[in-house]
């Protein structure tokens, strides 16, 4: 249409709407205005009902996120000097912390003195999950670390005790007498971190069974173990930031699959050449189990792990805080 076809056009519009005393660009303006106006209404109604959308969505990842009755927070940093025939050998660095139903657990550890001169190695494993009830209960466990130019990464994805996903790069190569990992080692498991932290809650106004009295089943990727405790002497400690009762467990392992030998030979070895002490600290804060020490006797000389320093966010690195035993 040309020029001269729309001012025809607007005339007759004109013409048309000539009785409600408005020219045809008035009226143009008008309905725009109209327009424009619906538009706002109907988008401020969008966002409106965007906003009860997302408030809902906030209020449903809440109660997933918040427990009903919420849990105690806390935080706990253990430090240890690991050495090897008498000589340092690596440092390491555990760290808990709970927040309301979910835990997170991690342990860094870095050779040291002239190890670290024949072969630098170091790593990170971290553990999280829920806490409920006083347990731990995974639901992912990752591994990385390096050993000279050799380096391994673990994920797993656990659920209820069963291993869901499980990644290990580069693959495991086994030699002729370690079974590889199959589908029935992967269940009943937990991964080394929560297996390490055991509970001292009461349970229907029960005590648990002790730090000792247990057998731990556990899965760390690259190899499948299970870990007995026997129950060896009690007593109490202060060293290092820590102050509380203390039991000495022995440690029996028992390998199942992966990265260590799980025939006749090696069982025997271990039970008959190794001789693996541990000892627990009772910890006031989430009253738990805490390995305070380690002495093991091997075919290839001594292993000494030793806490150098403990806190639990309650009093400064260094200081001694008294933990209750209830």
Not at 2 to 24: H, I
Not at 79 to 104: E, K, Q
Not at 185 to 205: F, K, Q, W, Y
Not at 266 to 292: C, K
């Amino acid at each position: 249409m040309g020029a001269e076809g729309r001012c025809r056009s607007v005339r007759a519009a004109c013409d048309r709407r000539r009785g409600d005393g408005l020219s045809a660009l008035a009226r143009i303006e008008r309905d725009h205005r109209h327009l424009a106006w619906q538009q706002a209404k109907f988008a401020l109604g969008s966002a409106k009902k965007m906003k009860r959308w997302m408030l809902g969505l906030g209020t449903c990842w809440l109660l997933l996120a918040v427990p009903v009755t919420a849990a105690a927070d806390g935080d706990i940093r253990a430090s240890y000097a690991i050495t090897f025939t008498g000589l340092p050998f690596a440092n390491a660095t555990f760290d808990l912390a709970v927040r309301g139903n979910v835990y997170t657990a991690r342990v860094s550890y870095q050779t040291s003195g002239a190890a670290r001169l024949l072969r630098d190695a170091a790593g990170v494993a971290t553990s999280n999950g829920a806490y409920t009830g006083g347990r731990f209960v995974p639901a992912g466990f990752d591994l990385e670390y390096r050993n000279g130019r050799r380096r391994q990464k673990v994920a797993l994805g656990i659920a209820e005790g069963v291993v869901r996903t499980m990644m290990v790069d580069p693959p495991l190569e086994l030699t002729s007498d370690q079974l590889p990992i199959e589908a029935r080692h992967l269940s009943a498991i937990a991964d080394p971190l929560s297996a390490l932290l055991i509970s001292a809650v009461r349970v229907e106004n029960k005590t648990q069974v002790g730090a000792c009295d247990r057998t731990l089943s556990i899965l760390d990727g690259l190899r499948r173990y299970d870990v007995r405790l026997e129950p060896q002497a009690t007593g109490t400690t202060s060293q290092k930031g820590f102050a509380g009762p203390t039991a000495v467990c022995r440690v029996v392992l028992k390998p199942l699959a992966g990265m260590m030998g799980a025939g006749e030979n090696s069982r025997a070895a271990n039970a008959d050449e190794s001789q693996i002490d541990v000892t627990f600290g009772r910890v006031n804060v989430l009253d738990l189990h805490l390995p305070m020490s380690l002495q093991a006797r091997t075919q290839y000389g001594a292993v000494s792990v030793t806490l150098t320093e403990f806190t639990d966010g309650s009093s400064p690195p260094g200081t001694s805080r008294q933990n209750r035993a209830n």
